[in-house]
């Protein structure tokens, strides 16, 4: 069966200071990819996708990257982080055009 | 895609049914309506989708009107553990690949 992973499940970092999230698919081929930011008590935002290695597209202008060096592995980067970064983060996956897209289990984030 | 109306919130005793709405009534025939529900957190979890059939599953129903401008998602016996925040998305299938969420309805089942 398909599982997902992402990590750190938590960390604080301080303004300025760099990011990266790792997420990784097992289980699947030439997944499609996502990164999902829920800032507190809101809902959840679309970062980025992508269908393929190398193949990234952004929803939302802001100092987050993500890329994707091998089929099964997505990663939210930034080089600086703001205040504003704070929040849970999400990666997921899906089949196939239009199909069903499942979670992982989230990675919190706080800026201080 | 579609874009979706839900409450805000709403409470359920435990046992009941819970019903939760969701108005879309600006589907298009190629879209599914999809279910999913976020407990605190943790990642989404998948329940249900249709496109204009109801459907059922292990973990509820999908009520869809005939002019599928709404659906009902129910979850006929309702627990504590279903207190999450339940989320309607409509979307196609056989373009894209995006799923854009909501804010949702916060269910919250009272013991």
């Known amino acids: 069966s398909q599982t997902i992973h992402q990590w750190p499940a938590t960390l604080v970092q301080p303004v300025g200071s760099p990011l990266s999230l790792e997420c990784t698919v097992e289980g699947t081929s030439n997944p499609n990819l996502y990164w999902y930011r829920q800032a507190a008590g809101r809902g959840l935002q679309l970062l980025f996708y992508s269908v393929g290695i190398g193949q990234i597209s952004s929803e939302v202008p802001q100092n987050l990257s993500a890329s994707r060096p091998q089929d099964r592995q997505f990663i939210l980067s930034s080089k600086k982080l703001l205040l504003s970064d704070s929040g849970f983060y999400l990666c997921?996956?899906?089949?196939?055009?239009?199909?069903?897209?499942?979670f992982g289990e989230g990675s919190w984030l706080t800026v201080v | 895609d579609a874009k979706t109306t839900q409450p805000t919130s709403m409470d359920c005793a435990e046992g009941r049914a819970a019903n939760l709405p969701c108005n879309h009534s600006?589907?298009?025939?190629?879209?599914?309506v999809y279910w999913y529900r976020q407990i605190h957190s943790q990642g989404p979890q998948y329940i249900i989708h249709g496109l204009k059939n109801n459907e059922t599953n292990e973990m509820a129903s999908l009520i869809i009107t005939e002019d599928r401008k709404s659906s009902t998602l129910i979850l006929p016996h309702a627990t504590l553990r279903d207190t999450a925040v339940y989320y309607c998305?409509?979307?196609?299938?056989?373009?894209?690949?995006?799923?854009?969420f909501g804010t949702g309805t916060s269910l919250t089942v009272i013991p």
């Open positions: 997921a996956w899906s089949v196939g055009i239009g199909n069903t897209i499942y």
């Open positions: 998305i409509v979307r196609k299938r056989d373009t894209g690949n995006q799923f854009y």
């Open positions: 600006t589907i298009s025939g190629n879209e599914y």
